[in-house]
C-alpha cells in the first residue's frame, strides 16, 4: 500500500491524519499543497476545483478528503 498525503502546514485536520498514520506505522509520502503547484492542482482535479486537505491518495487512485479518524482508520 502506498499512500500520498496531501495538505499543509498549518492545518489541524492534516496533522490529526498524519498523527494517526505515524501512530500505525503507516509510510506515506507527503506533499505540501502550498509549496508545491502541481500538487495543489492534483489536489484540485480530484475534487473538481476545491482544495480541501487533508487530501489522501492510496496507489490505486482511491483517496478520501478530509476524513475522520475513524475513517481513516476504517480505509487503512
Given at each position: 500500500m502506498s499512500l500520498t498525503v496531501y495538505g499543509a502546514s498549518w492545518c489541524p485536520d492534516v496533522k490529526r491524519s498524519r498523527a494517526l498514520l505515524d501512530r500505525e506505522g503507516v509510510e506515506y509520502s507527503y506533499v505540501d499543497v502550498?509549496?508545491?503547484a502541481a500538487a495543489e492542482?492534483?489536489?484540485r482535479e480530484l475534487q473538481d476545483g476545491a482544495r480541501r486537505i487533508p487530501t489522501i491518495v492510496w496507489d490505486d487512485g482511491s483517496f478520501l478528503v478530509e476524513?475522520?479518524?475513524?475513517?481513516l482508520s476504517a480505509r487503512l
Open positions: 502550498e509549496a508545491d492542482a492534483r489536489v476524513p475522520s479518524d475513524d475513517e
